[in-house]
């Protein structure tokens, strides 16, 4: 590291030509922010994706954010609870049939904590056209009954 | 009909209600170039108002071991000495309002009880961080002080004068007639606007305020009312120290080139506001102690220098 | 009236945004003794962290630290694979080596702007911080967050880099490359910032060693030491870079560290993703770990921090200890702080980059002659908050 040699107001250079910049400072709620295709913002719940009731969102959410019950044949809801997910984004790499995204709607905050827990129920499974043998993945994802973590 | 037209002056045009306006008007500024030599936005036009009135809407909290009077009184004790010393410097015409023989000495003395009072603020709010932001106050003072009050003096000296109007009115023509005599005005120009920023505790010389060391020094345990006058009282400071020396080296509001003398003054006066938002946005705070190493090994000397040149130019027999 | 001043600082203070107690003595403005206290927010993570599994633990763990984030989350899938001995895939690692050098980058763009503000320097400050956006929303572009980025998963990491993305960093660096020379040369150049930080709050050498200083804090004071050099994890031993040091000893030293382990990593993340290996970036791992313990440590942008992990066969970890590098620091502080003068606090304590929430402890106070602690059941102690309640 050379000698430099001190000086006072040795930023001058930057300040002055902030005065003809246009402020750094992006305006928010007019100017929108750009949002990068990985961004994870609220989970959503695809209806059409064929849940299969696999529970593993929910054994691996860190925050107990997810819920997902039975509510007929093949036929489930999920339940998020916004105020505690912490947006990692785990439970829609472990979702096997990937019905679990994270979309990019970020403006979440609400006066009224009810609104922060979202339902959807998935729809119902569409009438057997044939009897199709399921893939081992699938397989593997269908271990019913995991007992509850202790919270 | 004279009476009336003196109270006008003092208490609207150009006195109280002129300088509140300018007060609220140049923090604005000094904070909107502050942000704008950051990159950053600033706040909009009304903000300085905006505080302003949600100080005075709020409770002031007086300590319960502060020093009862002082504390309530002290911010007015500056207000006051302010707003007197503002009606000395000619704002809309030539002239001033109170004008009289050796108003810049006086102006400057009042110009030092703001401080005084500050230091006193901080001495009577009985915390820590008040005591020492009201020592460091005082130290402060007496290092930019002496520079500041030379350097007032050299025009003074040059023009064998000590009223502010006059010594407005005169320097152009005599610096335009005796070119030499640039140098110690320049001089003392640049120790004035230095030690204006340590006066009026801006960076580099915000030391007793340090917010990081004394979250706000003498003012601490101010709020409220109490510490809306003392805000808008070194607000006002700000307006009196810059138009002093747009009044003292740049001939205030004597109008040139047909200007009117009110534009003349706002020009100048907001040449001083950018050369001193463009120092407190360059540099870095300094510690106390270099403070007052800066001010009395740079600082007075040089104001020196100026008084020296003036003198051996003028009676040295030199023009 | 005693010639000393006790000057407390913290727990709400502004000289940091962190819950931390310092008590001063001062003689007119010089620092004689100083008492520091730490403890107000003690978070329970290395508790909780054994009742979570694994997975749930990287989140949490993840979430120790705002600012190195990336830093204690690998260190728990680093532990977590050396028990599980996973062999994770080359790319995984140098795209572990890319966030976490980008994440050094913003850490140290970080401190810059909080020295200048330490000392008074808003503009240095307010540029800094702007700048500082860049690699934000590199980090936001790669990761998908600004902070807690959720990159790393036990085996690999969970996002790829796809040749836009590259060649995005890559524009990004060049723009951080040449603020942060200019950086360099403003914070050499300005006299009243030399003023403040040249000679401050010294720190010789040996005093580093022994009060177990790491990091930036260590390299300052010519500490030749760097997990990355020393001990390689990820990708760092196939990455050339240079270790930096300073003999100042002094915050300068510091600082000046900081500003050119920034330049420096702003050439390993090119080096890495030019390098960048082809191949998946993660491979599938048992949810059970063995029996096994694993001591991890990263070079974070602070120092060393370090992670202890033991498994015993289930899908919770037994225990989890983190050592986060402010504790480290901490020690060093005090010599740094006595004698110098008051003003001088804010930048002395900034110089450590301290983040307090990460090394927060709990300290159990013991009646004298007792040689055991009170150890209180939940119930308990919940019985005891509400009692001092009413």
Same mark, same amino acid.
């Given at each position: ?66 819920? #997902?019950?039975? #509510? ?13 997910? #912490? ?12 019905? #679990? ?51 | ?319 | ?109 970080? +401190?810059?702007? %909080?020295?200048?503000?330490?000392? /008074? ?7 800094? +911080? ?11 572009? %790669? ?6 980025? =959720?990159?790393?998963?036990? =085996? ?9 993305? %590259? ?6 660096? &060049? ?29 010789? &050498? ?41 003999? *100042? /000893? ?79 620091? *901490?020690?060093? %502080? ?43 059941? +939940? ?12």
């Amino acid at each position: 590291m050379s000698k430099v040699h001190t000086r006072p107001g040795a930023i001058w250079r930057e300040i002055t030509k902030n005065l003809g910049r246009k402020p750094a400072t992006r305006m928010y709620p007019k100017e929108r922010p750009f949002l990068p295709a990985n961004f994870r913002g609220r989970p959503v719940f695809n209806p059409q994706g064929g849940c299969v009731g696999c529970m593993l969102c929910v054994r691996d959410c860190p925050s107990d954010a997810v819920k #997902i019950s039975k #509510i007929g044949e093949k036929q489930f809801s999920c339940t998020f609870n916004l105020a505690n997910c #912490i947006y990692c984004g785990q439970c829609a790499d472990s979702c096997a049939k990937k019905v #679990i995204s994270m979309s990019k709607e970020f403006e979440l905050a609400a006066f009224v904590r009810s609104t922060l827990t979202n339902t959807t129920d998935s729809d119902p499974p569409p009438p057997k056209v044939a009897e199709t043998k399921p893939s081992s993945e699938e397989v593997a994802c269908e271990t019913p009954e995991i007992p509850e973590t202790k919270t | 009909m004279n009476a009336l037209w003196l109270i006008f002056q003092a208490l609207i045009f150009p006195g109280f209600l002129f300088l509140t306006v300018c007060a609220l008007v140049l923090q604005w500024l000094d904070r909107k170039l502050y942000a704008r030599f950051q990159n950053r936005v600033g706040p909009p036009f009304v903000q300085p108002l905006a505080d302003l009135i949600k100080l005075f809407s709020k409770e002031s909290i007086v300590p319960k071991c502060a020093e009862q009077g002082l504390f309530r009184y002290l911010p007015y004790f500056s207000f006051a000495a302010v707003v007197t010393s503002f009606l000395s410097i000619p704002i809309y015409t030539a002239n001033a309002v109170i004008s009289y023989p050796g108003d810049l000495v006086i102006v400057a003395y009042l110009l030092t009880i703001p401080t005084l009072a500050i230091a006193l603020a901080g001495w009577s709010s009985c915390t820590a961080y008040s005591i020492i932001g009201g020592i460091r106050t005082l130290s402060q003072l007496f290092a930019y002080e002496v520079p500041f009050f030379l350097a007032l003096l050299t025009p003074a000296l040059l023009l064998g004068t000590w009223n502010i109007a006059e010594i407005s009115q005169r320097l152009p023509a005599f610096l335009l007639a005796n070119p030499f005599y640039f140098l110690p005005v320049i001089l003392a120009f640049l120790v004035g606007v230095i030690s204006l920023q340590g006066k009026l505790e801006r960076k580099p010389f915000d030391i007793p305020e340090a917010e990081t060391e004394l979250v706000a020094g003498p003012f601490t345990e101010y709020s409220g009312r109490l510490f809306g006058i003392f805000r808008l009282s070194l607000d006002m400071e700000f307006v009196v120290g810059v138009s002093l020396l747009a009044s003292v080296f740049l001939g205030g509001a004597t109008s040139f080139f047909g200007i009117p003398a009110i534009l003349s003054y706002l020009i100048k006066a907001l040449f001083i506001v950018f050369v001193l938002a463009y120092i407190k946005s360059a540099v870095a705070r300094i510690r106390i102690d270099q403070m007052i190493r800066f001010g009395w090994r740079v600082l007075a000397p040089l104001s020196l220098l100026g008084m020296l040149l003036v003198v051996i130019f003028s009676k040295g027999g030199l023009l | 009236m005693s010639e000393h001043i006790t000057l407390p600082i913290g727990p709400q203070h502004p000289l940091l945004k962190e819950p931390v107690h310092f008590k001063f003595t001062l003689d007119g403005e010089r620092i004689v003794d100083v008492d520091i206290r730490l403890g107000y927010n003690h978070r329970g993570i290395e508790k909780a962290a054994e009742e979570r599994t694994y997975v749930q633990d990287l989140y949490m763990i993840e979430r120790i630290c705002g600012i190195c984030s990336h830093v204690h989350a690998t260190n728990f899938v680093q532990a977590t694979e050396g028990v599980l001995k996973t062999e994770v895939p080359p790319r995984a690692l140098y795209l572990r080596v890319v966030v976490g050098e980008l994440e050094r980058i913003h850490s140290h763009l970080l +401190w810059l702007g %909080i020295a200048g503000h330490e000392i /008074g320097f808003d503009t240095l400050f307010q540029v800094a +911080w702007r700048d500082r956006e860049v690699v934000q929303d590199l980090l936001e572009l %790669i990761t998908g967050n600004r902070v807690n980025y =959720g990159m790393n998963t036990i =085996g690999g990491v969970r996002k790829d880099m796809d040749p836009a993305e %590259i060649e995005e960093t890559l524009k990004g660096l &060049k723009v951080l490359e040449e603020r942060t020379n200019y950086y360099a040369q403003v914070v050499q150049a300005e006299s009243t910032f030399i003023a403040r930080v040249s000679g401050v709050g010294p720190l010789p &050498k040996d005093v580093a060693i022994v009060s177990g200083a790491v990091g930036p804090t260590a390299r300052g004071s010519g500490v030749d030491y760097d997990v990355r050099r020393d001990l390689p994890y990820a990708a760092y031993n196939e990455i050339p870079f240079r270790v930096i040091t300073s003999d *100042l /000893g002094d915050v300068l030293g510091r600082a000046l560290v900081r500003v050119q382990e920034t330049i420096e990593a702003i050439r390993i993340i090119r080096y890495a993703l030019e390098h960048l290996p082809v191949g998946p970036i993660a491979v599938r791992v048992p949810r059970k770990v063995p029996v096994g313990e694993y001591f991890s440590r990263y070079e974070a942008p602070r120092g060393e921090a370090i992670l202890y992990l033991r498994g015993n066969g289930t899908e919770r970890p037994d225990r989890v200890k983190v050592r986060a590098p402010t504790l480290a620091n *901490l020690v060093s %502080i005090r010599h740094t702080l006595l004698n110098q003068q008051l003003a001088d606090i804010p930048i002395i304590v900034a110089a450590i980059d301290p983040c307090l929430s990460c090394t927060d402890r709990v300290v159990l106070l013991q009646q004298v002659g007792s040689h055991e602690g009170e150890i209180l059941h +939940w119930a308990e102690f919940r019985q005891r908050s509400l009692a001092k309640k009413l």
